[in-house]
């Protein structure tokens, strides 16, 4: 079975501050994908990244995926409370049929 | 909106007793995932469907059953219900196989 740990698990932080969330497996993925979910809907994907290496940025968030495709981090840079929500890594099989895995979630809190 | 639909939003049941979560895909998408998400366990790929044949199978219990129809949506079928069954129940839709999933605003099913 495939684990992905996402850490921290909770996060609380005051606006305009810095962050970074991990996300940590043995296993090599073929991609990997970030999503945020708020309460009451279900996970919204931010990006997916698929080459070891690769740094994507999407506005004040920055993904990389680690160069033996096993880890990922999500910086957030100004934190604003709108970013509020559970943060889930996600992972996709190497081979096969490709299935998702998804880490435990970081619940990321902004206060004004 | 990712335009995929559950229903029922909320279902509260009894233990022993049966229920039926329906999802619509996007239009024109294929596949048809369901997960489970609970506090202690996190988001759990349960079963995906792919033009009305399963393709894959996760943590999925003998109990719970799914299918998908000639029109693409699909139904889960939870029976013998336990207080541990309560979760959030999601659905998401591909356009193929392994494409970006995109998840439905969910079903909150408690079991009293």
């Known amino acids: 079975t495939q684990l992905l740990e996402q850490s921290p698990q909770f996060l609380s932080i005051q606006e305009g501050e810095n962050l970074t969330v991990y996300c940590n497996s043995s296993?090599?993925?073929?991609?990997l994908q970030w999503y945020r979910q708020e309460p009451g809907e279900g996970p919204v994907l931010l990006v997916t990244v698929v080459t070891g290496g690769e740094v994507k940025k999407l506005k004040r968030l920055t993904f990389q995926f680690g160069d033996a495709r096993k880890d990922s981090s999500l910086h957030i840079t100004a934190a604003q409370p709108g970013d509020t929500g559970l943060y889930l890594c996600a992972g996709a099989q190497m081979f096969g049929k490709r299935q998702l895995t998804f880490g435990s979630g970081t619940q990321l809190t902004v206060l004004p | 909106d990712s335009g995929v639909t559950q229903t029922p939003k909320h279902l509260i049941t009894a233990t022993g007793q049966r229920v039926t979560l329906r999802c619509s895909p996007r239009s024109g998408d294929l596949s048809v995932y369901w997960y489970q998400q609970s506090l202690d366990q996190g988001l759990q790929f349960l079963i995906q469907y792919y033009n009305g044949e399963e393709r894959a199978k996760g943590n999925i219990l003998e109990r719970f059953s799914a299918q998908q129809f000639p029109d693409l949506h699909s139904e889960l079928n939870l029976s013998s219900l336990e207080l541990g069954d309560s979760a959030l129940y999601f659905c998401?839709?591909?356009?193929?196989?392994?494409?970006?999933?995109?998840f439905g605003p969910g079903t909150r099913l408690t079991v009293l």
């Open positions: 296993s090599v993925f073929s991609s």
């Open positions: 998401a839709s591909s356009t193929n196989m392994v494409g970006t999933q995109y």
